[in-house]
């Protein structure tokens, strides 16, 4: 799949550049003399997108959402994340837990089960 059409289907659903994160969302909005419209398009005439039209909540942009065969081309065609060492993955539990502790110091004092208590 195309870079652009994948990034564009990723943003409209609201996950990262792997296809990680909540879905908190399924829309896109492109003026019609946007660069992305043509892509958009591409994306409904293949099934990915439907287009739903022009919509006054936008600004009279045009609207296009996100259809389960383009949900499965994002999880099909995201590349996988980058492997990251240990210490980097410890430091962000500690970010993803940091009003448990109130130094990166004090996070690594705890073992790792005690941790995942604290910051479940």
């Not at 296009?64 to 492997?83: C, D, I, M, Q, R």
Request: aromatic content about 10%; glycine content about 8%.
């Amino acid at each position: 799949m195309d870079k652009e059409l994948l990034h564009i289907l990723q943003h409209s659903l609201g996950v990262d550049q792997y296809g990680h994160g909540e879905q908190y969302r399924n829309h896109f909005a492109t003026d019609p003399g946007g660069k992305d419209f043509a892509k958009c398009q591409q994306l409904a005439e293949i099934g990915l997108m439907k287009d739903l039209g022009t919509r006054k909540l936008w600004g009279d942009m045009h609207c296009f959402v996100v259809t389960p065969a383009g949900k499965e081309a994002v999880a099909l065609h995201s590349p996988a994340p980058p492997k990251i060492s240990k210490s980097k993955r410890r430091y962000q539990e500690y970010l993803e837990c940091a009003d448990c502790f109130e130094s990166f110091r004090d996070f690594l004092r705890y073992d790792t089960d005690r941790r995942r208590g604290l910051c479940a």
